[in-house]
C-alpha cells in the first residue's frame, strides 16, 4: 500500500513536536518494517528545511543527515511542470496542498495522511490523519 505523507508529517517527526512526535513516528516505523511504501513529495524537502532552520533552529548539517535517513525509507515524488499545471487549474484553497496532491496522485498514492484534512477535501485519494491512519491499518 503506498502513503503519501504530506509535509506537516515529516515536519512533526524531524522536529519532535510535541503531541504530533509519536504518531509520526508510528508511521516511519511502519515504512521502516515494509508494512507500507512511504512516500514524500520533493517539495516536502525544501518547505521543512526552511521550517526546521527557521522556526526550529536546526543547522543546515544536521536536516541534510536527517533528510538522508528519510530518503532511505521514501519513496520521493516529483513535482514537475505537469503537476504545477494541475494545481493551478484545481479548486484548492491552498496551492502548496494543491502541489502534494497531484504529487500524490500522480504515482497512485492508495492513502494521504495529513494532519490538515481539511485542507484535501476535493481529493478523490482518502485522506486520514495520522491517528486515524494508525487505527485503521493496525
Known amino acids: 500500500m503506498k502513503v503519501f505523507l504530506d509535509t506537516n508529517i515529516l515536519i512533526d517527526y524531524l522536529s519532535r513536536r510535541e503531541l504530533f512526535f509519536v504518531p509520526s513516528a508510528l508511521l516511519f516505523q511502519l515504512g521502516k518494517r515494509k508494512k507500507c511504501q512511504l512516500m514524500l513529495s520533493s517539495l516536502s524537502f ?31 515524488t516529483t513535482v514537475d511542470a505537469q503537476t504545477v499545471q494541475d494545481a493551478i487549474a484545481s479548486d484548492f484553497k491552498d496551492f502548496e496542498d494543491a502541489l502534494q496532491y497531484y504529487s500524490a496522485e ?7 495522511v495529513t ?24
Open 46 to 76: 525544501a518547505t521543512a528545511s526552511f521550517i526546521l532552520q527557521a522556526h526550529y533552529k536546526m543547522t543546515h548539517d544536521a536536516v541534510v543527515t536527517l533528510f538522508g535517513k528519510i530518503v532511505e525509507l521514501c519513496h520521493i
Open 115 to 138: 494532519r490538515n484534512k481539511q485542507d484535501f477535501i476535493q481529493s478523490a485519494v482518502p485522506v486520514y490523519t495520522p491517528e486515524e491512519f494508525l487505527n485503521e491499518f493496525k
Open 106 to 112: 500522480r504515482v497512485k498514492a492508495d492513502y494521504i
